[in-house]
C-alpha cells in the first residue's frame, strides 16, 4: 500500500532524512507493535511511535490515571483521573495521527498470558514498571523471537538497551535473577524525575522507529546507562549467554513471583 498524499505532507520532514523515504515509511505503515505500559515511558513511546507512523500500536496498561502520574504522564489531563490509562491515551493519540490505528488493551500481563499477548508483533516496546512483568514480555519476546526495546527508569537514572532474539543478549542473559523482593525501592518511595522518563522513552522509540523502518540500532548487545545526576552516558556491552534460560538452547519457564514495583512504567 502506498502513501496517500496527506501522508506524504504529515511524514514530510522524516521523508527528506537521509536513509528515509517513501520505502522506509511504507515499512513503520505496515508495522504492528505492542507497547507495555502507559505511564512514564509508554507516553514518549506511544507518542513518537504514533507521529511517526507506526501503522497499528496496541498499548497495554490496567492502571488508572492518577493525579500522581502527571510530573511525567502527559498524555494526560486531570479531567482524565479515574480513567483507565489506554483508553485515553489511545485517545489522544488516533486523534494526532488518524492516519494510524492505535488499540487501547485494559489487561493485566502475566507470565501466563504474555507468550499469545505478545505473538505476531513486529516489535515490543517495554515501559512496565515491575519485575515480574519485565521477564515475563522479556521470556515471550524470546520465545516468539519478537524485538524487544527495553527501557528502564528510577530516580535520576535510565536503561535503555534493544534486544533481537537468537541474536543479542536478552534481559535475562544480562540479569539471570531478579533482585530480591522489596530490595530495591519503588518509584512511589524512591521517585522518579520525569524528564529522564522522557530521555529513556524517546531512545527506545528512536531505536524501534529505526529497526522498523529498515535502518540500523545502535544499542544491541549495549546497556545504556544515563545518569542525569552527572549527564553520565555509560555504555556497558553484553553478552548473549548460551545457557540463558529465556534465549539459550533450552527454554525454561522461568516466572518472577512477587509483585515489587521497582521502576517507573
Ligand atoms: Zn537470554
Known amino acids: 500500500m502506498g502513501l496517500s498524499l496527506n501522508e506524504i505532507k504529515r511524514y514530510s520532514r522524516q521523508l527528506v532524512l537521509q536513509d528515509m523515504g517513501a520505502r522506509e515509511q511504507n515499512r513503520l505503515k505496515d508495522a504492528k507493535v505492542a507497547v507495555t ?10 507518542t ?12 497495554f496498561d490496567m492502571d488508572n490515571v492518577e493525579l500522581s502520574n502527571f510530573n511525567r504522564q502527559f498524555l494526560y489531563t486531570p479531567e482524565d483521573v479515574g480513567k483507565p490509562k489506554v483508553e485515553v491515551a489511545a485517545k ?13 488493551i485494559n489487561k493485566m500481563i502475566t507470565y501466563d498470558n ?18 515480574p512483568v519485565r521477564y515475563a514480555v522479556n521470556d515471550a ?10 527501557g528502564a527508569v528510577l530516580m535520576y537514572e535510565g536503561r535503555v538497551t534493544s534486544i533481537f532474539p537468537g541474536e543479542t543478549s536478552c ?19 524512591a521517585g522518579v524525575f520525569g524528564a529522564m522518563t522522557g530521555i529513556v522513552g524517546s531512545i527506545q522509540s528512536l531505536e524501534a522507529i529505526r529497526y522498523l523502518a529498515g535502518l540500523e540500532v545502535s ?13 553520565i552516558y555509560d555504555k556497558i556491552k553484553l553478552k548473549r ?7 539459550g538452547e533450552t527454554f525454561i519457564p522461568q516466572p518472577v513471583d512477587y509483585s515489587c514495583e521497582v521502576v517507573e512504567g
Open 37 to 46: 505500559g502507559a505511564g512514564g515511558l509508554g507516553c514518549p513511546v506511544s
Open 48 to 59: 513518537y511511535l504514533s507521529l511517526a507512523g507506526v501503522g497499528r500500536i496496541d498499548l
Open 92 to 104: 489522544r493519540l488516533q486523534a494526532v495521527n488518524p492516519e494510524i490505528e492505535v488499540n487501547a
Open 114 to 131: 504474555a507468550f499469545d499477548l505478545f505473538k505476531g508483533y513486529d516489535a515490543v516496546i517495554d515501559g512496565t514498571d515491575n519485575f
Open 141 to 150: 519476546c524470546a520465545v516468539n523471537k519478537t524485538p524487544l526495546f527495553h
Open 171 to 189: 534481559f535475562r542473559c544480562a540479569f539471570p535473577h531478579p533482585p530480591p523482593a522489596g530490595s530495591i525501592p519503588t518509584c512511589r518511595e
Open 219 to 231: 544499542l544491541k548487545d549495549t546497556l545504556l546507562i544515563i545518569n542525569a545526576d552527572y549527564s
Open 241 to 247: 549467554r548460551s545457557d540463558c534460560t529465556a534465549c
